[in-house]
């Protein structure tokens, strides 16, 4: 059964930073492109980053919400994806979701599996 | 961006009718449209991508059509389960983007 499970969300001031983290299960993790959503509570769904499968530097791709603020990465020795957060502003604050990209070495972009989420919310 | 546009916000049905949703996007996707399905408190699921391919699991009562611009997710015959928000998301082009939902409500 694949699993995703996400941890890190917490209050944080405007302007703080915070680190993501989703561990993988039952499933090849090291085959799949993995992405970073979010959805702010009662709100619609925002994909806001990409990692491919073998995780180089030159293959993350960002929404323009969170470029220069937002860094995806992953360790696949330890089936674990994360996100790294800078400068947060109130508008950041959502359910953040980990999932996993449907296709096998490429980029599909769409989604069939999904963390619980992951609760950051930005506040002073 | 590609916008999605869902219609309608909100769709009263009784158990047992059947259910039209519709998606409509700013410029062509092709076949690249997904359908997902969110419960109270969950993540989505996915239902259907290529815009007509049932996800692994998926009951058959669920059906996706359309191509180009215009596409529709239909529920055959609606059980108590499938009252949920549905979602549509384009994955042709950068940002990958959703459409606002779709409430399907007890009538």
């Known amino acids: 059964e694949v699993q995703l499970v996400e941890s890190g969300g917490t209050v944080v001031q405007p302007g703080g930073s915070l680190r993501l983290s989703c561990v993988a299960s039952g499933f090849a993790f090291e085959h799949h492109t993995m992405h970073w959503l979010r959805q702010a509570p009662g709100k619609g769904l925002e994909w806001i980053s990409l990692?491919?499968?073998?995780?180089?530097?030159?293959?993350?791709h960002y929404a323009d919400s969170v470029t220069g603020r937002f860094t995806i990465s992953r360790d696949n020795s330890k089936n674990s994806l994360y996100l790294h957060m800078h400068s947060l502003r109130i508008e950041d604050t959502a359910f953040y979701y980990c999932a996993k990209d449907f296709t096998v070495y490429s980029i599909g972009g769409y989604f069939d599996s999904w963390g619980q989420g992951s609760l950051v919310t930005v506040s002073s | 961006e590609i916008v999605m546009t869902q219609s309608p916000a909100t769709l009263s049905v009784s158990p047992g009718q059947r259910a039209s949703l519709s998606c409509k996007a700013s410029q062509s996707v092709s076949g690249n449209l997904a359908w997902y399905q969110q419960k109270p408190g969950q993540p989505p699921r996915l239902l259907i991508y290529?815009?007509?391919t049932r996800a692994p699991a998926i009951p058959a009562r669920f059906s996706g059509s359309g191509s180009g611009t215009e596409f529709t997710l239909t529920i055959s015959s609606l059980q108590s389960e499938d009252f949920a928000v549905y979602f549509c998301?384009?994955?042709?082009?950068?940002?990958?983007?959703f459409g606002q939902g779709t409430k399907v409500e007890l009538k």
């Open positions: 990692i491919t499968w073998n995780g180089d530097a030159d293959t993350t």
């Open positions: 290529g815009a007509s």
């Open positions: 998301q384009q994955y042709v082009d950068w940002p990958r983007t």
